[in-house]
């Protein structure tokens, strides 16, 4: 039987990144980082999915996306195929793959290999489509954007559900190695890495069936056709 653990879903969801925007502060931008408390509005070129090369603003511009997205008044089938396309375009799914599979990923055969990407993919979009489409308005204020190094820049923002929640502190891991099409690898919220969470998750299920990674290709195939 397939279960999700809610921290999972949340810390899917948030790969992406919040929806119904509202920028808090935004008197507060900070004059170094062109993306601080800017609300940059979706143009034509964003319908196909051409996202500014600065990290910061590759951010801020797939939250207003989303926004736009989920407060249209299309059926909820074309709200999710609209959401999986943005995923597709914005997050580095491959990677994740691989991460959230640890060492196992090195043992996989090509055709386990080829299995596990193909579920993957289909489990990560359909958790991320279920939970953003649930979600209503949400305020996001921009903080920093810091370059790693040459591949990997660091986002940080704060989010608040409501005003009686506390403020959550979130990290995203952009992979910056091609200018032209950044791709979000993690999401780390108050310290709390999906991607090792996804981890953790997934290789418990494995050596709980004796190292046997066909038992998470059953979990996965469950949980997608749930």
Do not use: W
């Not at 308005?137 to 790693?148: A, R």
Request: charged fraction near 25%; glycine fraction near 2%.
């Amino acid at each position: 039987m397939c279960f999700i653990p809610k921290l999972i879903s949340t810390c899917l969801m948030l790969l992406v990144m919040f929806v119904g925007l509202c920028l808090l502060n935004q008197s507060h931008a900070d004059p170094r980082n062109p993306a601080a408390g800017e609300n940059v509005m979706v143009s034509k070129a964003k319908k196909n999915h051409v996202y500014s090369s600065e990290p910061g603003k590759f951010i801020t511009e797939i939250v207003t996306e989303l926004s736009k997205v989920l407060a249209a008044t299309n059926s909820e089938e074309s709200k999710k195929a609209k959401l999986e396309e943005m995923a597709l375009a914005t997050v580095d799914i491959e990677a994740v793959a691989k991460n959230s599979l640890g060492k196992y990923y090195k043992e996989l055969k090509d055709d386990e290999l080829a299995q596990y990407q193909s579920l993957f993919k289909k489990f990560f979009l359909k958790n991320l489509t279920s939970t953003l489409i649930n979600f209503s308005e949400t305020k996001f204020k921009f903080i920093s954007s810091e370059k790693h190094n040459e591949s990997i820049s660091f986002v940080q923002t704060l989010h608040q559900s409501t005003n009686e929640e506390p403020v959550i502190n979130i990290i995203r891991l952009v992979y910056t190695k091609n200018p032209d099409k950044h791709l979000i690898r993690d999401v780390i919220i108050e310290g709390l890495s999906m991607a090792m969470t996804q981890r953790v998750e997934f290789v418990s299920i494995i050596k709980s069936n004796d190292g046997d990674v066909k038992s998470l290709f059953k979990y996965l195939n469950e949980c997608i056709n749930k």
